[in-house]
């Protein structure tokens, strides 16, 4: 039986609503889990709390017992956000059906994925999420209780993310006519990271985008591990009104040590 130990720090607050970050650590014989799960709480009485859980890399034949572990995390929540990388190696409509579905899609309903770039080596991706993968692009919005989510593609090498792409254009239009209290981005490839990668300054614009219009928080997967960074601009210059970024690339896949 696993073990759950929450650490709870204040992430933000804007215009009367606090939330907070709770960090749920799961040490499961000698293999550790980290997900990061968001509380919206405080004075605006509009929009009851609710829990948001995320992280990416998730399903593997040889993790498979690791990601029954990570998705008996998902219960009690309203909504899943996945970091990309959902079913190893590539993706396809049977690693989904063998490795994610039977334990993270227990959750299907109220998880919205971001693609990974394993999830673009096959059709299993947006075959399997379908209309809430978004478009055949990958990138999608939505709001729930005050909140504005945006799910985009850092896979820019196939959707582009220059300053001119469509995705970036796109971007701009959708947090320009957002009247959400706050706003929260997440992709799989993160903008600054250790472990197996360092900087991924393709998406830089994703970040231009997002800090020009205020956006407070932002969710990456990718590197196999936890992080948690001070909020910095594009060109990470530590600021306090700045974006935090966190990456969550532990869903299940073998663990790299930051």
């Known amino acids: 039986m696993a073990n759950a130990a929450e650490d709870r720090r204040p992430v933000g607050n804007r215009s009367g609503v606090v939330f907070l970050a709770v960090t749920i650590a799961v040490a499961a014989a000698t293999i550790g889990f980290v997900l990061t799960q968001f509380v919206l709480v405080g004075d605006d009485t509009s929009y009851p709390a609710f829990r948001v859980i995320a992280a990416g890399d998730i399903a593997a034949s040889a993790t498979i017992g690791s990601a029954h572990r990570t998705a008996d995390l998902l219960a009690d929540h309203n909504l899943v956000l996945t970091l990309g ?146 909020p910095m601009t594009p060109d990470l210059t530590p600021r306090d009104d700045g974006v935090q970024q966190f990456i969550v690339g532990t869903g299940a896949g073998r663990f790299v040590s930051a």
Do not use: M
Not at 188 to 199: K, T, W
């Open 85 to 230: 990388d959902h079913a190893y190696p590539d993706g396809t409509p049977n690693q989904f059906a063998q490795h994610y579905d039977p334990t993270w899609g227990e959750y299907r309903d109220i998880t919205r994925p971001t693609p990974g770039n394993h999830d673009y080596r096959s059709s299993g991706y947006f075959e399997y999420f379908g209309a809430a993968a978004g478009s055949g692009e990958g990138y999608y919005a939505f709001e729930q209780a005050g909140w504005q989510f945006l799910s985009l593609s850092s896979n820019c090498e196939i959707v582009s993310c220059s300053r001119s792409s469509d995705q970036v254009e796109w971007l701009d239009r959708t947090l320009a006519d957002s009247d959400a209290t706050c706003q929260l981005a997440y992709f799989h490839h993160p903008r600054i990271s250790i472990g197996n990668y360092v900087e991924t300054p393709s998406v830089g614009p994703l970040w231009k985008g997002l800090y020009a219009d205020g956006v407070e928080l932002v969710l990456n997967g990718h590197d196999h591990n936890y992080q948690r960074w001070t």
